[in-house]
């Protein structure tokens, strides 16, 4: 989408931007390139971090890893965060819990929300899970905007956490 801003006395400026779905077009063939033949979890998921903030520039990205019975925080970007959440609590231990993608438009209006960061409005979070199906961990995104998040969102992350899981075999 092109974005024209017409400036008094001064020539047109023209702003190329592209939606959310185009840079999720983009971004994912990328992630792929990127973690194709690294079986290393830890490296990729770290890089899978970077490449959604330096995309999407969102408050916090991040991984928890499932350990026993509680998440433990993994690679991010962003603000220092909580790192255990119990099984249940909060939206991503509700996302372990149900097992299914938890989108919040607003985390003042979640009963339980954990608030790592003041700045964080609203947040996704969407289930990673291994070759035999068992959930592994969940990617938790937080921005300062309200009800940033949405089906596009949820469609792309959780063909992204699927890829993830397709390269865990190499
Ligand atoms: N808000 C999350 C906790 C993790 S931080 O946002 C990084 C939750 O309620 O589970």
Redesign the pocket.
């Known amino acids: 989408m092109a974005i024209t801003i017409f400036a008094p006395m001064s020539e047109s400026l023209q702003i190329n931007t592209i939606s959310k779905k185009e840079s999720y077009e983009t971004l994912l063939p990328q992630i792929h390139s990127l973690i194709a033949g690294e079986g290393n979890l830890i490296a990729n998921l770290a890089n899978i971090c970077s490449a959604i903030q330096m995309t999407f520039d969102h408050l ?1 990205t ?1 991984f ?1 890893l499932v350990e026993k019975n509680q998440l433990v925080l993994g690679p991010f970007q962003g603000p220092i ?2 790192t255990r ?1 119990p099984m249940g ?5 509700t996302a372990w819990n149900n097992q299914q993608t938890v989108i919040v438009k607003n ?1 003042n209006e979640f009963e339980g ?5 003041s700045d ?1 409005v609203s ?1 996704i ?1 969407v289930p990673l899970f291994d070759l035999k199906n068992q959930i592994i961990g969940v990617l ?1 995104i ?1 921005s300062i905007h309200e009800g940033m998040f949405d089906k596009i969102d949820q469609q792309y992350l959780e063909e992204l956490c699927g890829m993830i899981t397709k390269n865990l075999d190499c």
């Open positions: 916090w991040g928890y965060a909580c959440i609590k909060g939206v991503c231990g985390v929300h954990i608030a790592c960061s964080s947040e979070v938790d937080d």
